[in-house]
């Protein structure tokens, strides 16, 4: 852990946001309606683009190598009661905080909200301030805290602003969500008991905490409560159903937050405390997780199939694409759970595209039936065109950004647990139909009288989809920058939960790293050579310190000419 | 040179960034003229490519991994998008470039008018970058990019005309059943890489000790899945039929000449895997055989003249399959060479027959078209008699190669293969029978107002602009001639041999005398003449023998219907049912039911259901779940 001394960059990514709605909430009430709504649409619009920046800063002065939390701030708070406003971030979630930062200013501006603007706009930036903290709180109270703070808003902006049936699905979303947190809050406190309990200090650090003895009917018991809140959350099956009435019932802002960012809360969740802490448990108990997901999988698409509903079509396809995290979380492979994480990112950008889409279909035609829908890509190609390239992604098509996580969450599982990855696999070719046959009755064919006469995007709607379909195409394409700043958090993760459980990856998954962390002892201890295990086969690795470059560059050669498996790794190492 | 080689998929992708941005401004007919010269680039850059290679000694200083960066990378996964330079992908480039750029020059006259004319050469040039990826990629992963990337323009191109139902449902079917077979290459990919820790291809062939041979039966067999898929093989061919909804020169380019082969092309890349799988060998080689039975007895009884070459196209493909099987994988690459021309040729003549026509795809209100379009029908007959097989075409020497090797290896295939062969000359003698002789059955097709403005009844065929003018004379000059790629008396004079580095050893070279040689040449020629002889003289009398078009044949063996009631039907009432009974009523249903228990247990808290109090609640079920919790783990410790 390093601290950063220089500027407190997470402390403020929190309070930004929170203190924007404060100011949205003032904006003078003697304004003009009109005159106050272009106020706090620009207070709004500055907090989530300020946060942005900072989110942006954040990446680039982050750096990968250790995989460790950084610019972490911790502060005392509640000393007595053990709770410490502790803050980090490391590769797992970056980029959770980038894809949250890009998609807040482009949901507010997509939902151009009539009525009580303050009220929205300080709702959303409220939303925005707990969803940070969520990602970076590394004190369970803390999380815990955030957390629940990401439920008044969402509620709230449901139930404000939502479409005919609101009410209903804020209430079974808050409900449901909130018994989940329930378990969450019992675990939290159990967790922090036992642990006081072991060494006298009552503490809800999760540093801390993941140093505490846990026999495994305990680590059991604290997984299903942690992971039942999450599951929730995210939702994975068959925890899912208050999902698609809140998602179909939100405003465009709510369904692109809720579908989005929170249901990313829930899968991070799993990653960040769940692996960390009871990692027994979760190698216990990861053929179930892994079913579920795979159902889920399945299961959504089979429902999205029969649906004539847009924007429910997409919350099942969620569904799908939450199974995929699982599966790939709990592979608990290098690639697995780096997929998994990178498809976190994907799909909130994913889901932004199509939700936003699915609204400006709504502004144009009142309705998101498929049924009553016909033959839009003829009067609005570009609108059309947006949508396929959200589609395109969804379904996993190579070059889009969908692909690559996809990619790596089954083959991640296939090292691992093949025959899950095989029926999940096969779970690719379900999104192609939903999604072909949705495109086709609401794109394809004559244009209906309604349908013939609606305008293509404005210049305004193109600016707020332009950055989401830039940034699937470049991670489709290019996604090392992400890549390379997952994969050290997520070896350390995976290395511990190894460590704890006595199990191992394939060695395929984790040739390379293996060999540099072996070569890197050998060279400390001043070998000029050493053996390296890769597969069955011992391969005689050569060291040597290059002369000019720092101590941690290694220039490597396979003696052994017989050891292909050695030579291609480090072949591909030296060519780095 | 070799370094120019990236250049070869990078002038396409340039060409449909440009059209796919810049196209509506640029209109018709520049847009085409844009998408056609990116392509002709890419040749230019293959040839040069072609002409570095030849002044390499043989062998491994012919095989150039051209970089570009690390794509994936996660742990012990490292994937580049690299290229991998070899006789075989080279081969692949030259024919696709050269063919693309023909058919989009004919697509310039074909399309004009259309109202998305720039799309069009969009997509096409999206298309040829996907296929280049396809062929040039140096490993499993990127090669599927290229395999997915030809599938979805293919979904776009079939459904181009996307106002009518069909089309659209085509395009849908066809992205369907790719979709489905490709299932079998990312579980191929999976296991190549669990096996191997690579996907590179030179890295995956020097390393196949590590597999065990029944992995490598499983792996070559799920790759072979994959290529059933995209080249329209038992069972999965039926989406290629529909695919003929799209323009012509869509069908000409990628349902005949280039995307369909890509799983010809797959299995030749991956033949140091196949040669050592026995079992695979004879799976692909006898479904080969079977599907080109099959599809040549279907297309003897279809009626749309585009349905018939798309039938044709399943079973040269299936021929080709044939081949790969039997280890005679430059016999394959013949095949698919001289198949791009001549079938690219008959469609390119079926597009400009149809063009002449006002769209009218029947055979039957067809009739008589030498005299009205002398062009369509010299460039159409040659077509003809290269894929009929008649000596000394290109279709007689690529056939006969792979009948050759057929019959010393499998007898039972080659009589099957030769069979097949008897069918071919057939059916397209059919066809030409009904097309370019007879009666004059399309009057009325001419006299209908809807086509032309004119409407007049005394409107006869007329013959296409030179641009389409020009593909055709160049494409019946390579399907005549085509044969001089491998002739087999020349071994000096044999482009087609420096193919053999890249199979090796497990290319199958059979030991045949002279004489069966002789022999075998003789009966495929006489076996060819034999269909013609058959099928002119019937067809071009009458248009109709019922008894030669049974149902059955017509359609297609019923294979829709039977898919639509085992798979489609089912599927979509188990959909209906999960939705509306299992997620509706018994999953949310119980959600519900929990829900309404709790409000009639707390009914006396429904009335104070204002924000403040619910917040209040909030805090005190906080409250007491802390205290429950530090009770529970004081009790439990």
Known sequence: ?576 | MLHFAYLMPLLPLAGFVVLATRGRRLGDPLAGWIGTLSVTGSFVAASVTYAAMLQRPAGARREVVQGWFNWIGVGGFQVKAALLVDPLSVTMVLFVTSVSALIHLYSIGYMRGDADYPKFFAYMNLFVTSMLLLVLGDNLLLTFVGWEGVGVCSYWLVSFWFERDTAASAGQKAFLYNRLADVGFLVAIFLVFSKTGTLDYLGVFSHLHAITPGTRTAIVLLLFAAACGKSAQIPLFPWLADAMEGPTPVSALIHAATMVTAGVYLMCRISPLLALSHPAQIVVGSVGAVTAFVAALIGCAQQDIKKVLAYSTVSQLGYMFLAVGTGAYEAAIFLMVAHAFFKGLLFLGAGSVIHGLHDEQDLKRMGNLRRYMKLSFFTFAIGWLAIAGIPPLSGFWAKGDILTNAFARYPVLWAIGLLTAALTAYYMSRLMALAFFGDERWREVLARPAGGAEGAGGMVPHEAPWVMAIPLVVLSVLAFFGGVLSLPWHPAWDPLQWLGPVFGSNLYSPVQSVGTKWALAIVDAVVALAGLGVALPLWVRRSEWPALEPPALRRALYLDDVYDAVLGRPAEAFARFTAVVVDNKVIDGAVNGAGRVVRVAGGALRRIQTGFVRQYALGIVLGAVVLLAWMASRALS
């Open chain 1, 1 to 576: 852990m390093t601290h950063d001394p220089v500027f407190p960059f997470l402390t403020v990514l929190v309070l930004l946001p929170a203190g924007a709605a404060v100011v949205a909430v003032l904006v003078p009430r003697n304004l003009s309606e009109r005159a106050a709504r272009l106020a706090v649409e620009g207070v709004g619009l500055a907090g989530t683009l300020a946060t942005l920046a900072l989110a942006v800063t954040v990446a680039i002065r982050y750096k990968a190598a250790g995989g460790g939390y950084r610019m972490v701030s911790r502060h005392e708070w509640a000393s007595s009661l053990g709770i410490s406003w502790h803050l980090g971030v490391d590769g797992i979630s970056l980029f959770l905080i980038l894809m949250a930062a890009v998609l807040f200013p482009l949901a507010l501006v997509s939902s151009r909200v009539r009525h009580q603007p303050r009220a929205f706009v300080g709702w959303v930036l409220l939303l925005e301030a707990g969803c940070m903290g969520s990602f970076v709180a590394l004190d369970l109270v803390l999380f815990f805290l955030f957390f629940e703070l990401t439920l008044v808003p969402v509620y709230f902006v449901v139930a404000g602003w939502g479409f005919a049936h609101r009410a209903y699905a804020a209430i079974k979303f808050f409900v449901y969500t909130f018994l989940g947190s329930a378990f969450l809050l019992v675990g939290i406190v159990a967790l922090a008991f036992i642990h006081e309990h072991q060494t006298g200090r009552l503490t809800f650090d999760l540093v801390d905490l993941s140093a505490t003895h846990l026999g495994l009917a305990s680590q059991v018991l604290l997984f299903l409560a942690f992971t039942a809140s999450f599951a929730v959350k995210a939702p994975i099956f068959p925890f899912h159903t208050w999902s698609p009435d809140a998602y179909a019932e939100s405003p465009v802002a709510g369904s692109v937050i809720l579908a989005g960012v929170m249901a990313k809360m829930g899968t991070y969740g799993i990653v960040r405390f769940d692996l960390t802490l009871f990692p027994r448990a979760v190698v216990e108990l990861a053929p179930l997780l892994l079913t579920l997901g795979v159902i889920g999988i399945v299961y959504g698409a089979v429902v999205a199939a029969a649906t004539r509903d847009l924007k429910r079509l997409v919350a099942y396809s969620s569904l799908a694409q939450l199974g995929f995290i699982v599966l790939g979380t709990f592979a608990l492979s290098t690639q697995g759970l780096s997929g998994s994480i990178l498809q976190m990112v994907n799909h909130g950008l994913i889901v932004a595209v199509l939700f936003i889409v699915i609204g400006f279909i709504h502004d144009r035609r009142g309705t998101w039936q498929t049924s009553e829908l016909r033959g839009l890509q003829r009067p609005a190609p570009v609108l059309a065109a947006v949508f396929t390239v959200g589609m395109m992604a969804s379904i996993g098509l190579p070059g889009l950004n969908g692909f690559v996580g996809e990619l790596l969450i089954l083959l991640g599982t296939f090292l691992t647990h093949r025959w899950w990855a095989v029926v999940a696999t096969a779970g690719v070719v379900l999104s192609a139909i939903y999604l072909l046959w949705a495109y086709q009755q609401a794109f394809h064919h004559e244009p209906d009288p309604k349908s013939a006469s609606i305008r293509d995007l404005s210049w305004r709607e193109g600016v707020v989809v332009a950055p989401l379909v830039v940034i699937i195409f470049f991670l489709g394409i290019y996604p090392k920058p992400v890549l390379d700043r997952i994969t050290p958090s997520v070896n350390l993760l995976v290395h511990r939960v190894e460590i704890a459980t006595l199990t191992h990856q394939p060695s395929v998954a984790s040739a390379h790293a293996a060999i540099r962390d072996v070569a890197a002892t050998g060279v400390r201890d001043g070998r000029s050579s050493m053996t390296v295990a890769l597969g069955s086969r011992p391969c005689t690795v050569g060291l040597a310190k290059a002369p000019t470059v720092s101590r941690t560059e290694l220039r490597l050669t396979c003696r052994m000419a017989s050891d292909r498996d050695g030579r291609s790794a480090l072949s591909r190492m030296a060519s780095r």
